[in-house]
């Protein structure tokens, strides 16, 4: 198994430009996120999914579109990049446990830079 | 007011001594989870242990252990025995109610194993 896999690794856009990253998870969980890292702030959440046709918004959700068309795959949209969402971003994916202790798996990370 | 609080930045420790790392949260839910993850230089996220609200006994994973003090709100990672590959960020994260499995993540601690 693959595992979460995520696509690009690196990416450098120029502010204004729009770019999708991909997720794809290969365990078959119904959850699926999308979260930032930067320095000093931990990750926060942008979007999530419960399941296929479903997104939500999560803490930072602004500027940022997502969709969940497949199970496996959980796609983030830039529409007009800014300096500001230059970050790491983490996908990650996990099943619905009965006792809440499941814990996320996530893919290695996309480290974007916005010029 | 922060969910999640990691008040040590930065943790020195000797190989093959135990450190803590400590974490308090806040939350008025009465089911909740707490996770531990690792994150190597490499930048993978690795969920180490989980501990849940109604749980009785501290959960225990290896070398790892959580110091579950429910009163206090407090919920620290011991590491025994540390050996070099423990040097990492480490992050608290807590999951509220159940559900979707939303999860809020600590800003970390960068914990450095001295030989």
């Known amino acids: 198994n693959a595992g979460v896999t995520q696509t690009p690794k690196f990416r450098v856009l120029k502010t204004g430009q729009s770019m999708t990253l991909l997720c794809a998870q290969d365990m078959n969980h119904e959850y699926m996120y999308w979260y930032r890292q930067d320095p000093g702030m931990g990750l926060r959440l942008i979007h999530y999914?419960?399941?296929?046709?479903?997104?939500a918004k999560g803490e930072v959700p602004d500027g940022y579109n997502v969709s969940r068309l497949k199970k496996q795959n959980f796609l983030l949209g830039l529409e007009s990049a800014a300096p500001s969402q230059t970050s790491v971003y983490f996908c990650a994916s996990s099943y619905p446990g009965h006792r809440g202790d499941n814990e996320q798996f996530f893919g290695p990370g996309t480290r974007l830079t916005v010029l | 007011a922060q969910k999640i609080t990691q008040t040590q930045p930065g943790m020195f420790v000797q190989e093959k001594e135990a450190v803590t790392l400590d974490c308090t949260y806040d939350t008025s839910d009465p089911s909740y989870g707490l996770f531990w993850y690792k994150q190597p230089s490499s930048g993978e996220m690795i969920f180490l242990i989980y501990?849940?609200?109604?749980?009785?006994q501290n959960a225990t994973e290896g070398r790892y252990s959580l110091n579950f003090q429910k009163a206090r709100k407090s919920a620290n990672l011991v590491i025994s025995a540390s050996q070099l590959g423990d040097s990492a960020m480490y992050f608290c994260?807590?999951?509220?109610?159940?559900?979707?499995?939303?999860?809020?993540f600590g800003i970390g601690t960068k914990l450095q194993v001295i030989p």
């Open positions: 501990q849940g609200s109604y749980d009785q």
């Open positions: 994260a807590m999951r509220e109610g159940g559900g979707y499995q939303k999860v809020t």
């Open positions: 999914s419960v399941g296929e046709g479903t997104t």
